[in-house]
């Protein structure tokens, strides 16, 4: 695939988030491609895509855009107490 997309002269690999993975798009970035996916339309797949470092993605919700690049981890439900001032 990669070396079909330098044979055609294009500097970018837009593919199904399903269809990639970490070895293929290192592989492409190697080569001096770009990659991007669609269709990211979870927060589950827009996490895959961060995690694989692509270039954008294609999705039919643009808010996904507004979700946290690396979530919060459980925490508390509550700060902790403080201690009595002295």
């Known amino acids: 695939m990669i070396d079909r997309a330098l044979a055609a002269g ?11 993975t970490l070895e293929l ?32 993605v294609t999705t039919d919700y643009p808010e996904l855009g507004d979700t946290p690049r690396h979530p919060a981890r459980p925490g508390p439900s509550h700060p902790p107490a403080r201690s009595p001032a002295r």
């Open 25 to 56: 798009v290192d592989r492409a970035h190697a080569a001096g491609l770009r990659v991007t996916a669609w269709t990211v339309n979870t927060p589950e797949h827009l996490q895959v895509a961060h995690g694989m470092d692509l270039d954008g």
């Open 10 to 20: 294009a500097g970018l690999l837009a593919l199904n988030i399903r269809r990639l």
